[in-house]
């Protein structure tokens, strides 16, 4: 911080240099010193420690800004829970939310990782449940370290989710979104095995123009010699708050 601290490009939280760090056991007895160290320097700094499930009853709140349980901080009863206990610590304490896209490992035998594939459907309700409840920060979270799970990236676009993500800050922000016509992501694993379900799931961004609010096509799924092996018809409809679903 010393050196890149007035870096534009430093994730800031009301101008802050926000650090985030996976646990908080092996740092918050030399974060108070930390701070006063840099504040010599005229630096200061946000400090957000992810958890995994449950909230960090034994944190020393004075050594944290915030938290993320990335597990909890998904799902909306989780997102409450951990709200309530911020409000206990006071000092204007963060809960981050959790923006997940989950993976396509339910059949893989040689990791534990069985998160079920339904990236778009489970990136969406994360995204909502963090939003709707007013959380100021929400990270999107990935588990792909090869030497832990061997999890494969349930998304086979990460374009399609810098897409959702310009979508709903122009929401948000109260502003129309960006693009004039109506645009669809697509979201498949991104491989299969014999036996596998193949799931494809489909997001209708909605435009400005006329129109723009809906679409219909035809999905087909075709073998290695071109001949269709399955295929189907879709109409999608943007919801009357023009949030995507």
């Given amino acids: 911080l010393v050196r890149y601290g007035d870096n534009p490009r430093i994730a ?34 946000t400090w957000i420690p992810t958890t995994t499930r449950s909230f960090p009853g034994s944190l020393p709140y004075q050594s944290a800004d915030g938290t993320n349980c990335w597990y909890r901080d998904q799902y909306p009863e989780g997102i409450e829970s951990n709200l309530r206990n911020a409000e206990k610590v006071g000092n204007g304490f963060l809960i981050q939310g959790t923006i997940r896209a989950g993976y396509d490992n339910g059949q893989r035998i040689f990791t534990h990782d069985v998160t079920p594939y339904r990236g778009m459907k489970t990136l969406l309700e994360s995204l909502n449940a963090g939003l709707d409840a007013g959380l100021r920060e929400l990270i999107l979270v990935t588990w792909n370290d090869i030497s832990e799970t061997a999890a494969f990236p349930s998304w086979a676009s990460p374009y399609g989710i810098q897409e959702i993500m310009k979508y709903y800050r122009s929401l948000y922000a109260g502003k ?17 095995l014999l036996g596998d379900n193949c799931e494809i ?14 679409w219909q096509g035809r999905i087909r799924l075709e073998d290695s ?20 679903r």
Avoid at 18 to 45: C, K, N, V
Avoid at 176 to 192: H, T
Avoid at 205 to 213: E, K, M, R, S, V
Avoid at 225 to 244: F, I
């Fill in 176 to 192: 129309p979104p960006r693009n004039a016509e109506a645009q669809i992501v697509v979201a498949y694993p991104p491989d299969l």
């Fill in 12 to 45: 800031r939280l009301d101008g802050k240099a926000l650090i985030s760090t996976w646990g908080w056991q092996p740092y918050y007895a030399d974060i108070p010193r930390m701070r006063d160290e840099l504040a010599a320097e005229g630096l200061h700094f």
């Fill in 201 to 214: 799931q489909l997001l209708l961004l909605a435009g400005t123009n006329d129109g723009a609010d809906q």
């Fill in 225 to 244: 010699h071109g001949q269709t092996v399955w295929e189907q018809s879709v109409s999608l409809q943007a919801t009357d708050d023009r949030r995507p």
